[in-house]
């Protein structure tokens, strides 16, 4: 006598499917919770599957409908608010998708993916201090989820902190050797940290892995150009041109190199492209402008310069001097603000080797000198270093220190002063509200290299004298003009001072000038720059 078949139950159903989906049957996968969403259309588990299967082809509309039934169906389930919040940023919707994520960590305040998901997304819509928290949550709860290591990794070296992405990426990189996404974050933190030769070899693997992928290409082009390897890379951002044609990375990238070889109608042309592709880009409006600017074009330089400054009225690159310089719009009396941070910031973890041993650069120990034949007391003064960098000046005042701060715009400059462990205190913030806020609180203020971003001297001049106590001294270097009767904004964007001027702006503030020497602090393109070496008495 044959038995009657047995008609399986809606779990057996479900974890067949789920085995043939695990498997990588994706077809049988789909008809089975097909049948389950017909046979039981109120279990939550088939439509969660359905989900999951349009995930893994790309509909993410199709499977936000299909997960919003299963939570609909089975509210409270970390597994189903996950997969939503995959769904949704599928299909655009980040701010949805930040929520279902948030529900996880609500249900689960330890969930690894949700927090590592989290700071993908923050990280990609420019929040990163909350990016890099979700980024190490998610490590703290699995320490072997190498995409949160990876994300962290890129989220550091965006923060100026390539010492520690590359750490974090080294971990990504013990997980999954060969990943090419890791390296390439890895190559660039390598190249902000001035390790240029291991940043190559990192990103030529990274390339060779994924020759597709012309932000690699762009990338290793970049670290080529850092070396100086100008014919590489030109090669490396050519070929990501013919990869991509619309690689806006590949395009800037090829501009610099261009513009590095002194080729600027070839950097003219491919600024052309960066700003066709990218309209509202301040950078490649800011670079055809510089391009434009040295094959002397000055109006379509101008135009140029005008759409960077329409479009970023901060003005991170520096157009408005690039616009002065070309006879567009008049000389700005200071460089702004956020250029003078963003270029610091960017320097900063290759700021001494490049300005030392590739410029030269002298003015410490040329203040060293001046301060030795004016400043009677040698220790027990309470100093100022303005505008401090990394710090570079910190080893030739501290002998005469009782107390020795710091202030600069940069907090990259900053951080990186503080690993010298020599300053007192050490701030981020504008070098003249500053001053202000410190009356008399200082016996020496110095300033390197610093009074070069500033035309009119008249507000830092009175400033310092707020600052500086009766009997006082301010120490600075500045480079030098004969062109001007004040000052000039030089072709490095850099201002120069007349020797008059600087006196003139001395006396009205109430100081008497002990020292003014004629110096050269540094070099540019093998010649010496002229400048002045000050000390003034208060």
Known sequence: ??????????????????????????????????????????????????????????QGKRAVDSLARA????????????????????????????LHYRTVLTLDPAHAEAHARLGA????????????????????ASPVH?????????????????????????????LRPDWPAALNNFGLALRDCGRLDAAATILEGAVDLRPDQPGMRANLASVYRAQNRLDDARKAAEDGTRVAPRSLECWMELGLIRQAQDHFEGAAAAFERVTALAPRSPRGWYCLGEACRRLGE??????????????????????????????????????????????????????????????????????????ARTIDRRGGLDI???????????????????????????PAMVARADERGLYDELLVGELVETLLARPERYDLLVAADVLVYLGDLGPVMQAARVAVRAGGAFAFTVEKTAESGSYVLGAKQRYAHAADYVAATAAEAGFSVALMEDAVTRRDGGNEVPGLVVVLKG
């Open 298 to 371: 000055n109006a379509r330089a101008a135009r140029a310069y005008g759409k960077a400054l329409k479009l970023d009225e901060r003005d991170l690159h520096g157009a408005a001097l690039g616009l002065a310089l070309v006879g567009g719009g008049p000389v700005p009396d200071k460089a702004p603000e956020a250029y003078v941070r963003q270029l610091f910031d960017d320097y900063a973890d290759r700021f001494d080797q490049s300005l030392v041993d590739k410029l030269e650069y002298c003015a410490p120990q040329l203040l060293a000198d001046a301060l």
């Open 1 to 58: 006598m044959m038995q009657p078949a047995q008609t399986k139950t809606v779990a057996e159903i479900f974890a067949e499917a789920m085995a043939a989906y695990e498997d990588g049957r994706g077809g049988e996968a789909k008809r089975l919770a097909k049948k389950l969403t017909e046979v039981a259309p109120k279990f939550g588990g088939a439509h969660y599957l359905m989900g999951l299967l349009s995930l893994d082809s790309g």
């Open 384 to 410: 100022m270093d303005a505008g401090c960098g990394t710090g570079l000046a910190a080893p030739v005042l501290k002998p005469y220190a009782k107390r020795l701060d710091g202030v600069d715009l940069s």
């Open 121 to 140: 997304l923050l990280g990609r819509q420019g929040r990163r201090d909350q990016a890099i928290e979700h980024c190490r949550a998610a490590i703290a």
């Open 146 to 174: 190498a995409e949160a290591l990876n994300c962290l990794g890129a989220l550091l070296t965006e923060a100026g902190r390539p010492g520690e992405a590359c750490d974090a990426l080294r971990r990504a990189l013990d």
């Open 71 to 98: 939570i609909a169906i089975t509210p409270g389930q970390t597994v189903l608010h996950l997969a939503m919040g995959q769904a949704l940023e599928m299909s655009g919707d980040v701010a949805e998708a930040a």
